[in-house]
């Protein structure tokens, strides 16, 4: 039997509020994965319907929502695989570069190591996501791709499904992408010559130990 009531609060970080039923006191808890193929996240005010259900703990839970007056939209069934590909294609130019003496290992080997964190950030945050539990924080992801996890963090994006969807959070990742690209152009400019060689000074020391 479905059911009507209003959005009472709801939290779009973290991806889940409380609705509150026409027909009842308690309200409603609703989590963003019960809002099935609709065009926009829910919002304060927002009128649901839903239905009823328990979740893991056997409390009560809305599932299968709707926002009223919003247009439904296909879901893909299988995301496109070029992000991945971009990533993994970027990285591996790295490794290229690294091996004809053009690029700082210690950069690669930092780019490659941050991705690898940045993922299992996304698969950490997703499953908590799902269990209702403790987030991480969407500075923290962009601060990890900031500072060179940006392919990982694609690729989880992509492959987990993970933040793809929400455009002020696709906003700030793309020019978390652009400013971390600048910052190693920028290393190749006059102007970081001097940071530059102190990575590859790191860099021949690692080697060293290789």
Not at 64 to 83: H, Q, W, Y
Not at 122 to 148: C, M, N, P
Request: with cysteine; charged share 20%; net charge positive.
């Amino acid at each position: 039997m479905r059911s009507k009531g209003k959005i009472k609060s709801w939290n779009d970080e973290k991806g889940f509020g409380f609705i509150s039923p026409f027909h009842g006191n308690e309200q409603v808890f609703v989590h963003i994965k019960a809002f099935v193929n609709n065009s926009r996240r829910p919002v304060v005010n927002d009128i649901i319907t839903y239905t009823l259900s328990k979740n893991a703990e056997g409390k009560t839970c809305a599932i299968d929502a709707n926002i009223a007056g919003v247009k439904k939209v296909k879901k893909n069934k299988r995301p496109s695989s070029l992000p991945s590909v971009f990533s993994v294609a970027y990285l591996i130019i790295m490794g290229g570069a690294v091996h004809f003496s053009t690029f700082p290992l210690v950069l690669f080997l930092g780019y490659l190591l941050l991705s690898i964190i940045t993922f299992i950030a996304y698969a950490v945050d997703k499953s908590a996501a799902q269990k209702g539990a403790w987030r991480t924080s969407e500075s923290t992801l962009h601060l990890f791709a900031l500072i060179g996890g940006w392919p990982g963090a694609l690729i989880a994006q992509n492959r987990l499904r993970h933040k793809s969807k929400k455009q002020s959070f696709k906003l700030v990742f793309w020019v978390t992408v652009i400013l971390n690209c600048a910052a190693l152009v920028w290393l190749y400019m006059p102007q970081g010559a001097e940071v530059l060689k102190l990575i590859n000074d790191m860099s021949e020391l690692i080697e060293n130990y290789i």
